[in-house]
Each structure stands twice: as C-alpha cells, then as structure tokens.
C-alpha cells in the first residue's frame, strides 16, 4: 500500500468539470472488515453551513448506498485515465454480485478506517453532514424526470471534506 501524504485543501487544483465529468472517481464506503466502491461522474465540491463539503448523488439500488447510510464517512478517490478500464468495471457491476475491487485489480488502502482506493492520485476523506433523497416535485425542469424512468431516485451526500490526501 502507498503512503498518501494529506495535504491543504487551499493547495488543490482541479477541475472539476473534468475531473469528475469526464474522469470519474470511486465512492467508497465501509470498514476494514467490509467495504464497496462504485463509480460516480455527478458530483461536485464547494462550500456549505461554513465548511469545505463534497456532494455526491446516489440512487436507490446502489449496494454501496448502504455501505454510506450505515457509517459516518466515505471516500472520493480520484483516478489519473489509465484507469479508465477500472473504473467502467466499477461502475457496472455491482458489489452484490462481484469482489469489485479484486475483480478490477485495485487495491484497497484505510485512513482512519475509512476505505479508498490505493491506486488513486487523489482522495477526498468526507464525513457525512446530510442526505436527501430527490423526488419528482422538487424537479423544476421536466426535463429531468427522463432520468427517472423507474424511480431509481438519487439521494444527494452533503459531506465535510475532512482531509486530502495525495501521492
Ligand atoms: C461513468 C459512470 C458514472 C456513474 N455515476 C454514478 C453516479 O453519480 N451515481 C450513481 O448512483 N451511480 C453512478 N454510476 C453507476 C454505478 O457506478 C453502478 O450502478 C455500480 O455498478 C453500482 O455498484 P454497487 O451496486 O456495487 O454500489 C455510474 C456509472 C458509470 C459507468
């Protein structure tokens, strides 16, 4: 496993259109004894009730959905692209089927307990601060509800980014 050095959150540059539009990152939650990812390409970073937050979107049937409801904290680990490959595998299959991560070739690395990805460039550690579960009468633009076709509702992560760690 590597050593991940944190570093100031003043000191981070990227761009987050980019970075989580195009690029990708792998959500993780859980302990040491349990853990899922999966990938994620909504998302985004800035400030709220005063701190640094992260804001992650997750519908109903993501198994790691119960892995983030069932503890305080999750992870945001950030993949340079030669992990394209891993991160499409993460992002359709699920860890009710499949050991993702050893499927993928990844390896999992702890802070505080917190799980994320060793292979990772970047990684936010983020606790959690709030959830609400979006449904249809809080869609302004009906254009958004061709996204819902099942009602696989995303539910919206408002988390404090407590540390940053990098390579
Ligand atoms: C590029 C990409 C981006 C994704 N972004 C999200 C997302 O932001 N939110 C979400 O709920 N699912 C997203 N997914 C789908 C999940 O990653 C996928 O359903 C995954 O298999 C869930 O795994 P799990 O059941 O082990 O949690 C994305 C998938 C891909 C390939």
Redesign the pocket.
Known sequence: MHVFQPIPIEQLEFNPFTTIGSD?ALVSAGSKNKA????????GVGVMWGKNVAF????D?????EFIDNGDFFSISFMNKEYKEQ??Y???????DVD?IAQAGLTWNYKHSIPFIDESSFVMLCQKLSATRLTEDSFISADIKKWYPDDNM?TMYIAEIIEVMAK
């Not at 993460?90 to 009710?96: E, F, K, L, T, V």
């Open positions: 990708w899922n990812t999966m990938t994620v390409s909504w998302g992650i979107f997750v519908r049937t993501r198994y790691t959905k991160l499409n993460c992002g359709s299959h699920s860890g009710r993702k995303h």
